[in-house]
């Protein structure tokens, strides 16, 4: 894991098309601004966990399929 200390205005920078911009901070809080390409999906972590179990869910109570001629 890279540890980076920034200040409000600073980024960072991801490979060449995402960056990172620190917007503001206050007290524990930290506001942070990224700019990625359209096929980057960006979400906070707890949103992509959320997304992996509605699909992992979806997945199970999928009917089966089976091939034609079988």
């Known amino acids: 894991m890279l540890v980076l200390t920034r200040r409000q205005g600073q980024r960072i920078r991801i490979n060449d098309d995402i960056h990172v911009v620190v917007l503001d901070s206050r007290g524990d809080r930290v506001r942070l601004g990224i700019v990625a390409p359209d096929h980057v999906v960006v ?28």
């Open 43 to 70: 979400h906070r972590e707890e949103v992509h966990c959320r997304i992996a179990l509605e699909r992992a869910s979806a997945l199970c109570h999928r009917s089966p399929t089976y091939a034609k001629g079988a």
